[in-house]
């Protein structure tokens, strides 16, 4: 699978945006797709995914309330919306797909497929 993500940007503290990744049309049902993030010198970190099978999602704690994982197999694509914006958002997003357990969803040896990253830039 082949995925291309969109939608980052430069917004302030309290604002919200929405990503975007756009998979290969034919495969896009076959993987949990999932969003991570990453920041100059540190690992990337799991943000949101959402499974293949019956649309369950899971967040890291850090996100709960504020990120909504969504998908939209008609358009093999997935979503980030992200409201209440923070500083410490800031990151590359990093979108990806696996077709491995769900169980392992937070890691990302279990990705198949990566995104190119859009930057997202939240200023106090």
């Known amino acids: 699978v082949q995925l291309q993500a969109s939608g980052g940007g430069l917004v302030q503290a309290g604002g919200s945006l929405r990503l975007s990744c756009s998979a290969s049309?034919?495969?896009?049902?076959?993987?949990?797709m999932a969003w991570f993030r990453q920041t100059p010198g540190k690992e990337r970190e799991f943000v949101a995914a959402?499974?293949?099978?019956?649309?369950?999602?899971d967040y890291a704690d850090s996100v709960k309330g504020r990120f909504t994982i969504l998908r939209d197999s008609a358009k093999s694509t997935v979503y980030l919306k992200i409201d209440s914006l923070k500083p410490e958002d800031t990151a590359v997003y990093y979108c990806?797909?696996?077709?491995?357990?769900?169980?392992?969803?937070?890691?990302?040896?279990?990705?198949?497929?990566w995104g190119q990253g859009t930057q997202v830039t939240v200023s106090s």
């Open positions: 049309r034919r495969t896009f049902n076959l993987y949990t």
């Open positions: 990806a797909a696996s077709a491995g357990a769900w169980s392992a969803r937070g890691r990302t040896s279990n990705y198949d497929a």
């Open positions: 959402i499974s293949r099978s019956d649309g369950s999602s």
